[in-house]
């Protein structure tokens, strides 16, 4: 889907407790050197546009950054670079005006709400927090509207301070902000999961909140809540990585270029803080294993909703073990089963309730152990004279209802 390109590898100059780096930041396989000539080379090859990645992209010279990002406005007529916002500076806005740079901005929120991105003790990790809602707010009025991820948890989204984050997101939509993709807290710490983590319950209504939210505001796009009922629909021409049976070893949404030009994964599969050589073909043996694996076990069998979600992403592994369903199951399965009765109500008939669904699911299985890939929206084309419209009444059980209290 996408090229990252990261000179610098993980080197970031924060540190946010949750990142999924820190494996590889533990294991000291940060590269401090890249050559120029070897990565544009490695992106001709791709032959796509690039998303400067990191850790920190910024964190490059802004003689290496004009250099990339000409070369690359020259070839692709466009750039696009990730970053936490802290670096941010003048130069940093021309450049993003001359060579069409669209910026994604990593953010939890403003002050207290964004104290997990952590800078070295609290006063600084402040001040680099008003540093970035002072760069985001400037590229709202400077036209350049950056999209936004945020990542859940306990600091910026108990019951206490997701009426703060909220109200936030309402500011930043009447700024012009129009992209947010909204991530469950992942982490390979154990303490910090327990600590800042949300429960299942918590999260899900989290995220119901924002599916209000995205009501309110529909020209605003968050993603998530379109992708799960367009899967639920049995459509995914247009759907994030996280949905797409992705090989741990391939990442075939994920090609990444690192700083000599070779070719890496995407960094939430490295759980061992070792970037494993890309291999050039996916295989699907971790969606073969979750079909026929029993919930209890960490797998999918008899799930409804397991060939819209397939397990999640294998990064989000019960236990970090890629092999396992998403440790985040029951919050999907929540959302999936609200949004399906949502559609049942509108007359529309999903998938996961259609009586060709153990066919589809059969092919899915077929097609996976000869490694092809699935396309749903192939696959139900086919099967659309089976389909059947439910009835509201052969909806699950709702939604846990939650008033949850901040540790």
Same mark, same amino acid.
């Given at each position: 889907?996408?090229?990252?390109?990261?000179?610098?590898?993980?080197?970031?100059?924060?540190?946010?407790?949750?990142?999924?780096?820190?494996?590889?930041?533990?294991?000291?396989?940060?590269?401090?050197?890249?050559?120029?000539?070897?990565?544009?080379?490695?992106?001709?090859?791709?032959?796509?546009?690039?998303?400067?990645? +990191?850790?920190?992209?910024?964190?490059?010279?802004?003689?290496?950054?004009?250099?990339?990002?000409?070369?690359?406005?020259?070839?692709? +007529?466009?750039?696009?670079?990730?970053?936490?916002?802290?670096?941010? @500076?003048?130069?940093?806005?021309?450049?993003?005006?001359?060579?069409?740079?669209?910026?994604?901005?990593?953010?939890?929120?403003?002050?207290? =709400? &964004?104290?997990?991105?952590?800078?070295?003790?609290?006063?600084?990790?402040?001040?680099?927090?008003?540093?970035?809602?002072?760069?985001?707010?400037?590229?709202?009025?400077?036209?350049?509207?950056?999209?936004?991820?945020?990542?859940?948890?306990?600091? &910026?989204?108990?019951?206490?301070?997701?009426?703060?984050?909220?109200?936030?997101?309402?500011?930043?939509?009447?700024?012009?902000?129009?992209? !947010?993709?909204?991530?469950?807290?992942? /982490?390979?710490?154990?303490?910090?999961?327990?600590?800042?983590?949300?429960?299942?319950?918590? &999260?899900?209504?989290?995220?119901?909140?924002?599916?209000?939210?995205?009501?309110?505001?529909?020209?605003?796009?968050?993603? =998530?809540?379109?992708?799960?009922?367009?899967?639920?629909?049995?459509?995914?021409?247009?759907?994030?990585?996280?949905?797409?049976?992705?090989?741990?070893? @391939?990442?075939?949404?994920?090609?990444?270029?690192?700083?000599?030009?070779?070719?890496? &994964?995407?960094?939430?599969?490295?759980?061992?803080?070792?970037? !494993?050589?890309?291999?050039?073909?996916?295989?699907?043996?971790?969606?073969?294993?979750?079909?026929?694996?029993?919930?209890? /076990?960490?797998?999918?069998?008899?799930?409804? !909703?397991?060939?819209?979600?397939?397990?999640?992403?294998?990064?989000?592994?019960?236990?970090?073990?890629?092999?396992?369903?998403?440790?985040?199951?029951?919050?999907?399965?929540?959302?999936?089963?609200?949004?399906?009765?949502?559609?049942?109500?509108?007359?529309?008939?999903?998938?996961?309730?259609?009586?060709?669904?153990?066919?589809?699911?059969?092919?899915?299985?077929?097609?996976? @152990?000869?490694?092809?890939?699935?396309?749903?929206?192939? =696959? @139900?084309?086919?099967?659309?004279?089976?389909?059947?419209?439910?009835?509201?009444?052969?909806?699950?059980? +709702?939604?846990?209802?939650?008033?949850?209290?901040?540790?």
């Amino acid at each position: 889907m996408g090229v990252e390109l990261r000179p610098l590898n993980v080197l970031c100059n924060i540190q946010c407790l949750y990142c999924y780096q820190h494996p590889q930041r533990d294991a000291g396989n940060i590269p401090r050197s890249y050559d120029m000539a070897k990565m544009k080379s490695a992106i001709e090859a791709e032959g796509s546009p690039f998303t400067l990645f +990191g850790g920190e992209p910024l964190l490059l010279p802004l003689d290496d950054l004009e250099d990339l990002w000409s070369w690359g406005f020259e070839r692709y +007529g466009r750039n696009e670079v990730q970053t936490n916002g802290t670096l941010i @500076t003048e130069e940093h806005i021309r450049l993003f005006h001359q060579y069409k740079v669209h910026v994604g901005f990593s953010i939890d929120g403003p002050g207290e =709400l &964004n104290d997990i991105r952590w800078h070295t003790d609290l006063a600084r990790t402040r001040e680099s927090t008003a540093r970035s809602l002072a760069a985001l707010k400037r590229l709202c009025t400077e036209g350049l509207r950056p999209a936004l991820i945020i990542t859940l948890h306990r600091v &910026n989204a108990c019951a206490e301070r997701l009426p703060m984050l909220l109200a936030w997101v309402r500011e930043l939509i009447g700024e012009g902000v129009k992209h !947010f993709r909204l991530h469950l807290l992942e /982490s390979e710490s154990e303490a910090i999961r327990q600590q800042y983590g949300l429960t299942a319950e918590e &999260n899900t209504q989290v995220l119901m909140q924002f599916l209000e939210l995205n009501r309110e505001f529909p020209r605003a796009d968050f993603h =998530l809540f379109g992708e799960m009922r367009q899967l639920l629909m049995g459509e995914d021409r247009q759907i994030s990585c996280i949905w797409n049976a992705c090989d741990p070893y @391939t990442t075939s949404a994920v090609r990444g270029i690192e700083g000599q030009g070779q070719r890496s &994964n995407c960094g939430r599969t490295n759980k061992d803080g070792v970037d !494993f050589v890309k291999t050039s073909t996916p295989g699907y043996e971790r969606y073969i294993s979750l079909f026929y694996t029993p919930q209890a /076990s960490g797998g999918c069998s008899g799930c409804r !909703f397991f060939l819209m979600c397939k397990g999640q992403c294998p990064g989000t592994g019960i236990g970090g073990d890629w092999r396992n369903r998403t440790e985040h199951c029951e919050v999907w399965k929540s959302l999936f089963e609200f949004l399906e009765n949502e559609l049942v109500k509108e007359g529309k008939s999903p998938l996961s309730l259609s009586d060709s669904l153990p066919e589809i699911e059969k092919r899915s299985i077929e097609l996976w @152990t000869s490694a092809r890939r699935v396309s749903l929206s192939a =696959l @139900t084309a086919e099967q659309s004279p089976a389909r059947q419209k439910p009835q509201a009444g052969q909806m699950a059980g +709702g939604l846990v209802q939650l008033t949850a209290a901040c540790s």
